[in-house]
């Protein structure tokens, strides 16, 4: 299983953080310029990501102030899961971690791992700049 993570801190309390990314509909706005065809409910989405795939993710998992899990809902190139961990650092500043593991063959880690990791980095930095 590769394992990508980013990390980042947002200036808001984390109920305000878990709230925002609760919603898939909210995460349209942390995504890159090369996704379109962006479908989303408060619990689903589906996109594709230019020059590779169609996805769609469904929240599988909640943890209220403390973690969401999104997992494919249809079938997807590779066995997926996006997790979202937020903590509390005080009453005005959160943590948020993306958790990003994917089931990849040497070929498809190879491929894969960069553009994977340069995803999480875009999520958590968007995240943080929204929630000024």
Not at 6 to 16: F, H, I, N, Y
């Amino acid at each position: 299983m590769t394992i990508i993570e980013s990390e980042v801190t947002v200036g808001k309390p984390v109920e305000q953080v878990y709230a925002f990314l609760a919603n898939m509909n909210n995460h349209q706005q942390l995504m890159p310029p090369n996704i379109y065809n962006w479908e989303s409910t408060e619990d689903e989405a589906s996109f594709t990501i230019q020059n590779m795939a169609k996805l769609a993710l469904k929240i599988s998992n909640r943890i209220e102030n403390q973690e969401l899990t999104a997992v494919p809902s249809e079938k997807a190139p590779f066995e997926l899961e996006l997790k979202w961990i937020v903590s509390s650092i005080n009453d005005s500043s959160t943590n948020a971690k993306l958790i990003i593991s994917a089931d990849l063959n040497p070929m498809m880690k190879m491929l894969a791992s960069s553009p994977l990791q340069k995803l999480a980095n875009h999520q958590t930095q968007k995240l943080e700049e929204i929630l000024r």
